[in-house]
C-alpha cells in the first residue's frame, strides 16, 4: 500500500467510524474526478498519483514490510486468544478468515492509482421522534484506478458490504441491514441500507458505485446521486469549482501537482448555526420545565426501564405491565405515571391514559412541551381532560418565572463567532526531487477585524528578522509572534459574563478562588507575558542544547514574578514533604549563575536531576535554558557578535525563508527520527518492564511483559523511518489571511545507502 493509499484509506476509517478546481485543461489532465463535487459541500481533498512522488511509496512500503515481518499482528492474536474460550478463539479465526478473503479481493494498491477524491457537507436538522433532532453526514470518496482495475476492485467492495451486513443481521439475530443492487443509467449500484427497528433512528445509506472506471463509494443517498448527476452533466447542482471564491481561493496559489483542498468553514458552520437554533428555541420553550417525585426508588426505576425498553421494542403490553409494577413499589412518581398514561394511551384505553395523566401533572410532572408533542398522547389531544391537564403544566411552567435560556442566544452567538471569523482555506501540493511542498491560504470573513476575538492573533506585530537570535548552530527551531492572551483572557471572561446572572456568579467564584490562593491572572501572569516565543535547539561540544525565549512586556515584573513563583513552589514542596518525606526529592533550589555575560540570571535545580535550567530575563524575554553557554551565544548573535543561521548551509538549502516580516517560521531537524522512535520504543519497554517487577498479582505480570514484549518488536520498525532530513514552514498574515508554505524534505535514496554504510 503506497503512501496515497494509506492517507485516503485513514480519510475513509475515520469517517466512517464518524468548472473544476483549476483550469479547465489542467482539471482534465490531473483533477478530472474534482468536477463531481457538488458546491455544497465543506470540505473537498483531491489527490493523485504523481510519479515524482514514487520515493515515498517505496519508503513507506519497507516500513510496511517490516511492519509485517515483526509478528506483531499474531502476538496481539495470541495475547488477546489467551483470555478467551474456544468457541471465542474459533469465531476470530472466522472472522480472520473471512476478513482475509475479503481484503485480498481488492487490489488496494489499484483502487486509487489514478485519482482520488474525498468530500463532505453536513445534512441540515433532521427531526428523529418527538423534538429530537440530529445531523447527519454526507460523504464520497471517489476512485480512478489503474486501467481494468475497477469492475474487480467494485465486486471485491461490494462482496465487504455483503458480508458486513451478513455478520450484523447474523449478531443481531434479525434482518437489520441489506445490500441492494440496481442500476442508475449505466452506473451499478449497490447500497446498504439500515432498516430502522427503532423510529428515533437517524438515517443511514452507504453505497458502492461503478460508472465505467470509476468507482464511487457515498455515505448519504443524495450525494451519491448529486455525483453521478454531475458526473453525467446533469442534475440540479452545481460543481464546486463553480463557485467565485473558490476560484478566488486557489488564484492565489500556484499550480496543484500531487494533492488540493478545500475548506468552507462558513458551509459547514451554516448546518450547526441551524441545529443551534432549533436547540435553542427547544430550551427556551422547555428551560422551566421540570419533573418532580420522580427518579428516588431504584427498584421502581430498574422496573421501569425494562417497561420503557419494552415500549421501544414495540411490545406496548410488556411495557405497561412493567410499569405497572414499577408504580406499585413507588406510587407518588410522577415520571412513572405520566409514562402509564402513554402506555394505555398506546394500548388503546383512553380513560386510563387521561387519567393517569392528570395525576402526572397533579404529582409533579410538569413538562408541558412534552406533554404538548408526545406523539403517544396524540388520541388524547382533542380531550377536555387533556387540555386541563396540559393547562395545569403550563400554569405551574410560568408561575416559575423567567428562565436563564435567552442567555443562551449570546453565549452561542459568541463561540460561533471564533470558527466563523474564517471564510474558508484552500491549499495545494507539489514535489520537487526529494522535497514535498504545500501551500496554503486562510480567508477571514469580510469585517472580521470587527470581531473582539481578532485582537487576539489579528493586531499581534510581525516579526521583522526571525532569525535575530538564531546561531549558526541551529538544529531546530520555532519562532512565533504568538497571540495576545490578556485579550484572550478577557474575550473568555466576557464570554463567561454574557451568560447573565449565572456568568457572574461564575467570575465571583473565579475571583474567590484567585483571591484564596494569592494569585490574579490577569495581572500575576498576562499582566507581564508579552505572547511572543522562540525556541532553539542548537549544536554545542557536548551536545544539543536548548534555548527557550518567552517574550514579555515588564522585565522588572517578570523578574519578580518568577522569584516568588518559584519561592512559592519551594516553601510548598517543603511543607508537603513533613507530610510525605519524598517529595523532599522533587525540593527546589536556586543560585546566582556565575557567567560574564549572563549579569541576574540564576540556575534552577529540581530534585535530583544532573543539569539545571539556566534561567533569567533579558532583551524583553524570559529566557530557560539547558545551558549557560547556549544562551550566551544566542545573545552574541543577536549582538552581531556571532554568525547567525543563514550562514548554516543545511537550513539555507532546506528550509523556507519569507521575504518580509512573518507571523512565525519553524525550522525541525528530523534525520533521527527513526532512531527517536525506535529508542522510545525501547525505553518504554525497559521501564515498563521494571515497573512490572513491582506488580503483585502474578497473571497481570505475565500479561504486561508480553505487551511490553510487543512494544519492543516494534522498534526495528521504527529504525526504517530514516528517510526524513527535515521540515520547515513560516506564515504571514496581511490583516485579512494568512498565507503557510511548509517543505518536508527526505533523503535521496543514494543518501540513505550512504548513511547505512
Known amino acids: 500500500m503506497n503512501e496515497r493509499l494509506l492517507r485516503y484509506s485513514v480519510t475513509l476509517s475515520v469517517a466512517l467510524v464518524a468548472g473544476m478546481f483549476t483550469p479547465a ?103 428523529i421522534g418527538d423534538g429530537d433532532f440530529t445531523m447527519f453526514p454526507d460523504m464520497v470518496w471517489m476512485f480512478r484506478g489503474t486501467e481494468g482495475s475497477a469492475s474487480r476492485n467494485y465486486e471485491g467492495l461490494v462482496s465487504i458490504l455483503q458480508s458486513v451486513t451478513d455478520e450484523i443481521n447474523k449478531a443481531s439475530g434479525e434482518a437489520a441491514m441489506a445490500v441492494d443492487v440496481s442500476m442508475r443509467g449505466d452506473t451499478k449500484v449497490a447500497g446498504l441500507n439500515l432498516l430502522a427497528k427503532v423510529p428515533q433512528a437517524p438515517p443511514f445509506s452507504l453505497s458502492v458505485a461503478l460508472r465505467r472506471d470509476t468507482i464511487v463509494m457515498a455515505l448519504g443517498k443524495e450525494m451519491l446521486g448529486d455525483v453521478l448527476d454531475l458526473m453525467d452533466g446533469k442534475g440540479s447542482k452545481k460543481p464546486l469549482a463553480a463557485s467565485p471564491r473558490f476560484k478566488k481561493a486557489f488564484a492565489k496559489l500556484p499550480a496543484p501537482e500531487d494533492e488540493m483542498t478545500f475548506f468552507d468553514m462558513q458551509a459547514m458552520l451554516v448546518p450547526f448555526r441551524a441545529l443551534a437554533d432549533t436547540a435553542i428555541k427547544e430550551a427556551m420553550s422547555s428551560a422551566k420545565d421540570e419533573v418532580t417525585n420522580a427518579y428516588f426508588n431504584e427498584e421502581a426505576n430498574e422496573l421501569a426501564a425494562q417497561g420503557v425498553k419494552a415500549y421501544e421494542q414495540g411490545d406496548y403490553a410488556k411495557a405497561l405491565a412493567m410499569t405497572k409494577k414499577a408504580h406499585a413499589v413507588a406510587p407518588t412518581d410522577s415520571r412513572i405515571m405520566y409514562n402509564l398514561a402513554c402506555f394505555h394511551a398506546l394500548v388503546g384505553d383512553k380513560d386510563l391514559a387521561l387519567d393517569w395523566l392528570g395525576k402526572a401533572v397533579d404529582g409533579g410532572f410538569n413538562k408541558p412541551g412534552q406533554i404538548a408533542k408526545d406523539s403517544d398522547l396524540k388520541t388524547l389531544r382533542d380531550e377536555p381532560q387533556y387540555k386541563k391537564a396540559l393547562a395545569l403544566a403550563k400554569a405551574t411552567q410560568e408561575a416559575k418565572g423567567p428562565s436563564n435560556a435567552e442567555a443562551w442566544v449570546s453565549v452561542v452567538e459568541r463561540l460561533f463567532n ?170 527546589v533550589r536556586t543560585t546566582p549563575l556565575t557567567h560574564e555575560k549572563l549579569s541576574g540570571f540564576h540556575n534552577i535545580m529540581v530534585g535530583m536531576q544532573p543539569q539545571p535550567i539556566v534561567c533569567g530575563v533579558v532583551e524583553g524575554h524570559l529566557v530557560l535554558a539547558s545551558s549557560a553557554d547556549a544562551v550566551a551565544t544566542c545573545l552574541a548573535t543577536a549582538a552581531g557578535e556571532h554568525p547567525n543561521i543563514r550562514k548554516n548551509s543545511r537550513f539555507m538549502a532546506e528550509g523556507v525563508i519569507p521575504s518580509g516580516s512573518a507571523q512565525s517560521v519553524s525550522f525541525t531537524d528530523k534525520r533521527a527520527l527513526g532512531a527517536k522512535l525506535a529508542q522510545a520504543s525501547s525505553i518504554m519497554a525497559t521501564v515498563g518492564g521494571m515497573a512490572a517487577m513491582a506488580v503483585p498479582d502474578p497473571q497481570a505480570q505475565q500479561m504486561l511483559a508480553k505487551v511490553l514484549g510487543i512494544v519492543s518488536k516494534l522498534s526495528p520498525v521504527a529504525q526504517k523511518i530514516d528517510f526524513y532530513k527535515s521540515s520547515a514552514d513560516y506564515v504571514t498574515f496581511d490583516g485579512k489571511a494568512w498565507y503557510t508554505r511548509s517543505v518536508t524534505n527526505y533523503q535521496s535514496p543514494g543518501e540513505r545507502t550512504a548513511r547505512s554504510d
Open 25 to 127: 485543461a489542467l482539471a482534465k489532465e490531473k483533477f478530472a474526478l474534482a468536477s463531481a463535487v457538488p458546491d455544497d459541500v465543506f470540505l473537498c481533498v483531491a489527490d493523485r498519483n504523481n510519479p515524482e512522488r514514487v520515493f515515498l511509496d517505496e519508503y513507506w512500503s519497507e516500513v510496511i514490510n517490516a511492519f509485517k515481518q515483526t509478528g506483531v499482528t499474531s502476538d496481539v492474536m495470541g495475547l488477546i486468544g489467551a483470555q478467551l474460550g474456544e468457541a471465542e478463539l474459533a469465531e476470530i479465526d472466522r472472522f480472520k478468515e473471512l476478513a482475509t478473503r475479503l481484503l485480498e479481493g481488492v487490489d488496494w494498491k489499484a483502487l486509487g492509482g489514478g485519482e482520488f477524491v474525498f468530500a463532505e457537507r453536513m445534512t441540515g436538522p433532521t427531526p
Open 418 to 587: 471564533v470558527p466563523g471569523m474564517l471564510d474558508y482555506t484552500a491549499s495545494v501540493a507539489y514535489t520537487e526531487g526529494y522535497s514535498t511542498h504545500t501551500e496554503e491560504v486562510a480567508v477571514l470573513v469580510p469585517g472580521a477585524s470587527k470581531n473582539p476575538l481578532y485582537g487576539v492573533f489579528g493586531k499581534r506585530k510581525p516579526m521583522a528578522a526571525f532569525d535575530r537570535y538564531l546561531p549558526e548552530e541551529t538544529v531546530s527551531f520555532s519562532v512565533c509572534s504568538g497571540v495576545d492572551l490578556d485579550t484572550l483572557y478577557g474575550f473568555i471572561e466576557d464570554t463567561i459574563r454574557s451568560f447573565g446572572p449565572k456568568g457572574e456568579e461564575i467570575l465571583g467564584q473565579w475571583a474567590g478562588i484567585q483571591e484564596q490562593i494569592g494569585l490574579n491572572v490577569r495581572k500575576d501572569i498576562f499582566g507581564w507575558i508579552e505572547g511572543s516565543s522562540i525556541k532553539i535547539t542548537l549544536e554545542q561540544p557536548m551536545g544539543n542544547g536548548t534555548v527557550f525565549m518567552l517574550g514579555v512586556s515588564n522585565e522588572d515584573m517578570a523578574r519578580e514574578k518568577i522569584a516568588a513563583g518559584l519561592d512559592s513552589l519551594s516553601n510548598a514542596l517543603q511543607q508537603a514533604a513533613q507530610q510525605n518525606p519524598m517529595l523532599a526529592m522533587m525540593a
